[in-house]
Every structure is written in structure tokens, then in C-alpha cells.
């Protein structure tokens, strides 16, 4: 087809789209439930988009949804495994009976670093 270069072009952008999303929940680790249906439906469209090109054994259209198809997969698995991992982190409030003058107890680096300075 003569035209090819437009879709190709299009799947390089919708490609380079999700480079600053699997970025930042890559960094921040975080992520929230709102977003999911988004991507289900992007899942779904982008699965029936791939199924489409294969049942007509269009190769340029398969070589451009494949890819997408799989970037897809990866941000929903990213995304529902950050939302499953910050679901699970219990955040613990400062304890009420504790004095400000208490300090932590040492890790055991700054215990061994006191040990190697010699007796006091």
C-alpha cells in the first residue's frame, strides 16, 4: 500500500505515548484503581484491533498493533500490580504513648560503626 507510512507513523506516536506513563510508574511505584478501566477498555480495543489485522493477514497492520497490543498488556500488569502493592502497605500512625524524647533505637550499621570506635 502506498500510504503505509501514515499508520506507521500513527503506531510510532500512540508507541511513544506510553514511554512517560510506564516511566512514571515505574519511578513512583504508585499507582491508583481509577485509572483501571481505562486501561481494560484500552486492552480490549487494542486486542480486537490485533485480531481484526490477523483474521485479515494484514501484515503492516499486525506489525503496528502488535506492539501496541503489548504495551497495553505491560502498563495494565505495571499498574494493577502498583495498585495491589500500595493497597497492601498499611500506614501506621505516630503512637500516642511515645515521648518526643525518645529516640529510635540504632540500626545496626550506626551499632557496628559505635563498635569499631572503641570503649568510651
Known sequence: MAYDFLMNTAAALFFICYIPELYANWKNKNANFYNMPEKVLL?????FALAYAI???????????????????????????????????????PSSDSSPDESPSPSPDLESQVSL???T
Open 43 to 47: 486492552l480490549l480495543a487494542s486486542s
Open 55 to 93: 483474521l485479515n493477514s494484514d501484515l503492516s497492520l499486525i506489525s503496528n498493533y502488535g506492539p501496541i497490543l503489548a504495551l497495553d498488556i505491560i502498563a495494565f500488569l505495571m499498574r494493577l500490580y502498583y495498585v495491589y502493592e500500595t493497597k497492601n502497605k498499611l500506614i501506621l500512625p
Open 117 to 119: 570506635e572503641g570503649p
